[in-house]
């Protein structure tokens, strides 16, 4: 059965630090992979998604995320942490039959 | 502001009531999803409507339902609610019937049920 997994519950991290935040997905053709940011309080919003070609996918705010096949993985990073994007960010992946997958979210603080 | 409108923002019930859910998509968008998202599940697909048509079911209860109206805004009821129901309800849309495209999600409604 295809599934999503984020292996960080919570991670903190400096402003201005650079981030990482893991995803894994299991799904047995290519999938469609999307990284989505909730705000506290707001509704989720789409950073950037990947359906084919270049494997390094740029998004909104700065986020960027690599596919890779070989791992499973899609991994979303920025190279330097604003207090804003304190958040909690979701990795989704479909279709599955006919739904997206959500993973079950990594919140992320962010220290001044 | 994703142009996905839900009502009420917040909703406090009681055991064993009845309460619908309301939302508008954003326009031109055909397809309608709805999502609970709680603490200890996540986040939950419920159903999907696409123009109108029952298009996909998640982990929908039986006491929950759903429709979508000709202009294409929807409604979500919960019926015999119980504590566990408490829990944010999204609503998204995206003008394709495939879930590949970009969700745009409104701001949810928090139920409560005491």
């Known amino acids: 059965a295809q599934s999503v997994t984020q292996p960080d519950i919570h991670i903190t991290v400096s402003e201005g630090a650079s981030l990482e935040l893991r995803c894994n997905y299991s799904?047995?053709?290519?999938?469609?992979l999307f990284w989505y940011v909730q705000s506290p309080g707001q509704g989720l919003q789409l950073l950037l998604k990947y359906f084919s070609g270049d494997t390094l996918v740029q998004g909104i705010k700065g986020f960027e995320a690599e596919f890779k096949r070989s791992q499973s993985s899609f991994n979303l990073r920025k190279p330097s942490v604003h207090w804003s994007d304190a958040a909690e960010y979701f990795c989704a992946v479909g279709p599955s039959g006919d739904k997206v997958i959500f993973g079950p979210g990594t919140s992320l603080s962010v220290i001044p | 502001d994703s142009g996905v409108t839900q009502t009420p923002k917040h909703l406090i019930t009681a055991t064993g009531q009845r309460v619908t859910l309301r939302c508008s998509p954003r326009?031109?968008?055909?397809?309608v999803y709805w999502y609970q998202q709680s603490l200890d599940q996540g986040l939950q697909f419920l159903i999907q409507y696409y123009n109108g048509e029952e298009r996909a079911k998640g982990n929908i209860l039986e006491r929950f339902s759903a429709q979508q109206f000709p202009d294409l805004h929807s409604e979500l009821n919960l019926s015999s609610l119980e504590l566990g129901d408490s829990a944010l309800y999204f609503c998204?849309?995206?003008?394709?019937?495939?879930?590949?495209?970009?969700?745009?999600f409104g701001p949810g409604t928090r139920l409560t049920v005491l």
């Open positions: 326009s031109g968008d055909l397809s």
């Open positions: 799904y047995g053709a290519t999938p469609y």
């Open positions: 998204a849309s995206s003008p394709e019937v495939y879930r590949s495209n970009e969700q745009f």
